[in-house]
């Protein structure tokens, strides 16, 4: 028996994924800060270097942007394997060029019985992976807004 793993009431995972990453396009646009899909740019830490597609960008001004709409799970437990995803963007904007503003986007989602955001979670046990040019947006569906959540990036870096 096949196991479906896609959001309740989505089409597939892609399509939750597009539709976020064209919210994050919009809401960054109205910031002022214009992007594109599927966005490549040389990574690599050392002198090899391959393209990757991040899910937006631009050229000029230079920034890139990485997209993700996780959520706990139904329990309310960590989405371990969403979590690696996550690790795995710190690991691109670790490796693109300098030269870039980087910015995570993510849906804010509070577990039920904490109260606490995913990406406070995230910023709280694996802050240390977060580089410190990166800026994380947490976009807020109820409110169709997006604020950046780093004020307290430094801090809880220090207290892990």
């Not at 969403?82 to 300098?98: D, G, Q």
């Not at 030269?99 to 804010?108: A, G, M, Q």
């Amino acid at each position: 028996m096949a196991e479906n793993f896609h959001r309740v009431g989505a089409v597939s995972n892609s399509h939750v994924g597009r539709e976020f990453e064209a919210i994050a396009e919009r809401i960054l646009r109205d910031a002022g800060i214009a992007v594109s899909p599927n966005f490549p740019v040389d990574v690599g830490v050392a002198m090899a270097k391959k393209p990757h597609k991040f899910d937006l960008g631009a050229d000029s001004p230079p920034v890139l942007v990485e997209c993700k709409s996780h959520r706990w799970t139904s329990g309310g437990n960590v989405p371990s394997a969403k979590i690696t995803v996550w690790n795995e963007a710190m690991y691109y904007f670790s490796c693109a060029p300098s030269s870039y503003r980087k910015i995570f986007f993510v849906l804010r989602d509070e577990r039920a019985k904490t109260g606490e955001t995913l990406v406070r979670y995230y910023r709280r046990t694996y802050g240390h992976l977060i580089p410190e040019d990166v800026e994380i947006w947490e976009y807020d569906a109820s409110k169709d807004e997006a604020a950046k959540v780093n004020e307290l990036h430094s801090r809880e870096r220090n207290d892990t």
